[in-house]
């Protein structure tokens, strides 16, 4: 009988489409054949026989960070945790995947769900956590159900539960189902959601691993980071290491979506040129049109203009170099006759709907950007309008409690600077329809 | 009130978490289910339920767009306008919709069939543009599709 398959899985395929996270394997999100194709929770096996804390260190040494936007250092983090603890350790695998232009994670619950659990499972054995709750946005509620069964079957066959595999160790994993709320994937937000308060970001410090849900030691992840981690384990960090770029290792699961031919998820090593991700696996744009702008990791990280791309390469440090960042992964195409001052005001649309109120700067701020770019995409703007945009853009960044004040801050600072005789055409002919 | 069936798993569900309080999306959720809404009433029982003020309660619901405080058509049309929906088209589905159903967002006909919802990226960016009925995903709309599955919906 054929078995397990990570191993085969690079001879399978070419290096370049290295595709560890959804590998092409039929019915992959049954146990059965999770187990006898898949990872078959072989890593979880591995890690229960090493120390907690050589695991962290494996996966530090692995150099995977965040798949959830920030790019944190994934071991690092879970080193954060205090070693013994009185009180219980909670893992937060965050599932609310709002961002616009993003739509990664809803990949795995539907074709690779056991490799998420397994992920979980291993860094709730790394960290000594009691309960995973996995925190799903109230919109997949099928993707909840797929993930259900898969959790389900995990229980039955001892994988989750008391005394995991005979190793002593117990752990639990329940879904939340959130119900509409961008802000809830912020990850002190997400907390309070699953407390059951509405859903606002907390002051930090104090930071979630010293008092997180409940006021216990809390590790929040994203779904994807998760989903890597049964690799790292099985193939060891320094097998890992070597996919990718040096500084952000492994493959990253690009969802791209605008106009291209061939919109999707595409798991790719880290490091791919982004112009190889449009082209050649996106089939490039509809009707030959050139590209006019591109929003590289969802909707907010800052944008680049099509004059910007070539030879860019997909991973956080060559992100950084131009000024943005890689985010959630969610690459975003805009042809040449695409309405920048459209793109820019509905994106603010969504940053003020979405805002929790908290704090002065996002919430007002947001409102009336959201109002000026109204104006000046119907074609009503004034000349000062633009000064006015950037000003309330700069106050609101950096002001905020949480992250969303920067992130509704940055496309429009960026829109701005990227196509700033566009703005400034279209304000003036506002001023001169005005008078004529 | 939560149903007999819904007691029991409120009863089972309580061994998940370690505060009555965090049960407060999934009572919510299962309230909504039964009732398609959650009335003033309903939010007083769950109130009572799990030993919060009532203004706690009406602050959650309020707080999460995917609560009703009042009925909704038979299907809920909830229509993505975000920008990779947005870029393909989202706009001309809506005043397809809008032109179909005679009522804008936020509206119900006067036959209580349907509701219209404009929303926020539900996720489908790759299959835009999109849109949700009673929670199930249409995506890769046009026009004709559109006309379909309002066809089909009885
Ligand atoms: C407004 C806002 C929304 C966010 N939404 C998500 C989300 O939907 N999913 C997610 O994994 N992280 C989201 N994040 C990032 C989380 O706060 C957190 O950094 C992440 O879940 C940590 O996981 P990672 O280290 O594995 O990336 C959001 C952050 C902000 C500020
Ligand atoms: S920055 Fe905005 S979303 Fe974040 S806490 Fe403040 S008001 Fe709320
Ligand atoms: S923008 Fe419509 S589903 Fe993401």
Redesign the pocket.
């Known amino acids: 009988m054929r078995r397990a398959s990570i191993e085969s899985w690079e001879c399978l395929s070419k290096m370049e489409d290295l595709n560890l996270i959804l590998p092409n394997i039929p019915h992959l999100h049954r146990l059965p054949t999770y187990e006898e194709y898949g990872g078959g929770y072989q890593a979880l096996r591995k890690a229960l026989g090493m120390k907690p804390e050589d695991v962290v260190e494996e996966v530090k040494k692995s150099g995977l960070?965040?798949?959830?936007?920030?790019?944190?250092p994934?071991g690092l983090?879970w080193s954060f945790m205090p070693k013994q603890a009185e009180k219980t350790k909670y893992l937060?695998a965050?599932?609310?995947?709002?961002?616009p232009g993003?739509f990664k994670?809803r990949q795995i619950f539907e074709f690779n769900p056991h490799l998420f659990i397994e992920g979980s499972l291993i860094a709730a054995y790394a960290m000594g956590v009691k309960t995973t709750y996995v925190y799903l946005?109230g919109e997949y509620h099928r993707w909840s159900k797929l993930l259900q069964r898969a959790i389900d079957e995990a229980y039955e066959k001892g994988y989750i539960g008391e005394n995991i595999l005979g190793s002593g160790f117990s752990t639990e994993m329940y879904i939340h189902r959130g119900a509409g709320a961008?802000?809830?994937?912020?990850?002190?937000?997400?907390m309070n959601s699953l407390e059951g308060e509405r859903g606002y970001?907390r002051v930090r410090p104090p930071f979630p691993a010293q008092f997180g849900l409940w006021g216990c030691p809390t590790t929040?992840?994203?779904?994807?980071?998760?989903a890597n981690v049964p690799i790292i384990i099985n193939r060891g960090a320094d097998w890992y290491s070597k996919i990718g770029a040096l500084k952000h290792t492994g493959t990253l699961l690009f969802g791209l979506s605008g106009h291209v031919q061939k919109p999707g998820v595409y798991e790719l090593p880290t490091g791919v040129l982004l112009t190889d991700l449009i082209d050649e696996y996106g089939g490039g744009v509809p009707g030959e049109k050139k590209i006019k702008a591109i929003i590289p990791g969802g909707s907010?990280t800052k944008v680049l203009r099509g004059d910007e791309i070539d030879g860019l390469k997909m991973d956080a440090e060559s992100l950084k170099a131009v000024g943005t960042s890689i985010g959630?992964g969610g690459v975003v195409v805009m042809d040449e006759d695409t309405d920048i001052a459209k793109v820019i005001w509905r994106i603010t649309k969504f940053y003020h709907h979405?805002s929790c109120g908290q704090c002065t700067p996002c919430r007002e701020g947001t409102g009336w950007m959201e109002k000026i770019l109204e104006r000046i995409w119907r074609g009503e703007g004034r000349a000062e309008d633009l000064d006015l945009l950037l000003d309330v853009a700069n106050n609101i960044e950096g002001n905020t409690i949480?992250?969303?004040g920067?992130?509704a801050a940055w496309p429009v600072q960026s829109f701005l600077k990227k196509f700033h005789s566009e703005f400034e055409a279209r304000v003036k002919r506002s001023a001169i329809a005005a008078v004529s | 009130m939560l149903s007999e069936v819904n007691l029991k798993k409120f009863e089972e569900l309580k061994k998940r978490y370690p505060t009555l309080k965090a049960l407060i999306l999934p009572v919510l959720w299962m309230i909504q289910e039964q009732e398609g809404y959650i009335s003033m009433e309903s939010m007083r029982y769950v109130s009572e339920l799990l030993k919060v003020p009532y203004g706690h309660v009406f602050g959650v619901v309020s707080f999460y767009t995917m609560f009703h405080q009042r009925p909704v058509g038979k299907h809920h049309i909830q229509l993505c306008t975000n920008i990779s929906c947005s870029l393909l088209g989202a706009e001309r589905l809506y005043n397809r919709l809008t032109g179909k159903l005679k009522v804008k967002a936020g509206g119900v006909t006067s036959d209580k069939k349907f509701s219209l919802e404009e929303v926020e990226c539900l996720g489908s960016c790759g299959t835009a543009p999109m849109m949700m009925i009673n929670g199930e995903f249409y995506e890769n709309l046009d026009e004709a599709r559109i006309d379909r599955i309002l066809g089909m919906l009885k």
Request: hydrophobic share 25%.
């Open positions: 960070r965040g798949r959830g936007g920030a790019c944190f994934t983090k937060c965050n599932g609310d995947e709002s961002e993003t994670d946005r961008y802000i809830c994937g912020e990850e002190s937000a997400l970001p929040i992840n994203n779904i994807e980071t998760l907010s959630t979405e949480c992250a969303l920067d992130a």
